[in-house]
């Protein structure tokens, strides 16, 4: 069972960059990694996905280490509409039968920005 | 068309009603989710359809029951619900039954009283 652990809360102020931390010890070998931001009463949004080493898009960067038994979301430059709680998944890329592991949200974090 | 539409936006019911939650997607997605998010806690997956059939099911009551009548629409029957059902309703959608991109509708908020 890959399990996530991530920090219940994070600060940080407008135009810095946040970086939130994943454990994940028990990481398997075909799992993915995914982070996922929701606001109060809606529904998450995927923000990115990764394997290994970095994966960077328009919103954010997904930094894997070798062992890949932690990821590290990175929000460049945030601003007040950042603040939301951020979730990290780890499954497979393909459900196989064993289980919902990747579906599983963990507790989350929630980052608040302030001025 | 990315968007995930879920009706009704609330509703309130009684612990003897019969009601159902609907939810559409038009991105020819295949699998298709059920979640419940209470109030601070993450959401929790109810059931999954891969294909228009019953590929995961938590361990859910019998009081909730989902229906998958065509590949972008998805129901969840609601009868005989008890106060601690209230919570947020999730539907999502996924290209695939796959660990990937699910695109997250705006939730029902049900009440049971």
């Known amino acids: 069972l890959a399990k996530t652990t991530q920090p219940i809360s994070m600060d940080s102020y407008e135009g810095q960059e946040v970086n939130i931390t994943c454990s994940h010890n028990?990481?398997?070998?075909?799992?993915?990694i995914t982070w996922y931001q929701q606001f109060p009463s809606q529904g998450p949004r995927f923000i990115i996905q990764?394997?290994?080493t970095k994966v960077t898009n328009e919103v954010a960067s997904l930094f894997i280490p070798a062992d890949r038994k932690s990821s590290t979301l990175s929000l460049p430059r945030v601003s007040l509409s950042d603040t939301a709680v951020y979730y990290c998944?780890?499954?497979?890329?393909?459900?196989?039968?064993?289980?919902?592991?990747?579906?599983?949200f963990g507790k989350g974090t929630h980052l608040i920005i302030q001025p | 068309d990315t968007e995930v539409t879920q009706t009704p936006k609330h509703l309130v019911m009684g612990m003897t009603n019969k009601k159902s939650l609907k939810c559409e997607q038009h991105?020819?997605?295949?699998?298709m989710y059920w979640y419940k998010q209470k109030a601070k806690k993450p959401p929790e997956l109810m059931f999954v359809?891969?294909?228009?059939?019953?590929?995961i099911n938590e361990s859910v009551p019998s009081r909730f029951s989902p229906e998958c009548p065509n590949s972008s629409l998805l129901n969840l029957h609601l009868h005989a619900l008890q106060p601690e059902d209230s919570a947020l309703y999730l539907c999502?959608?996924?290209?695939?039954?796959?660990?990937?991109?699910?695109?997250f509708g705006p939730g029902t908020r049900l009440t049971v009283t």
């Open positions: 999502a959608s996924s290209h695939e039954l796959e660990v990937n991109e699910q695109y």
């Open positions: 028990n990481i398997a070998t075909n799992d993915y």
């Open positions: 990764g394997y290994k």
């Open positions: 998944l780890v499954g497979d890329i393909m459900y196989s039968g064993g289980g919902a592991d990747g579906l599983t």
């Open positions: 991105m020819g997605h295949r699998a």
């Open positions: 359809y891969s294909y228009e059939k019953l590929s």
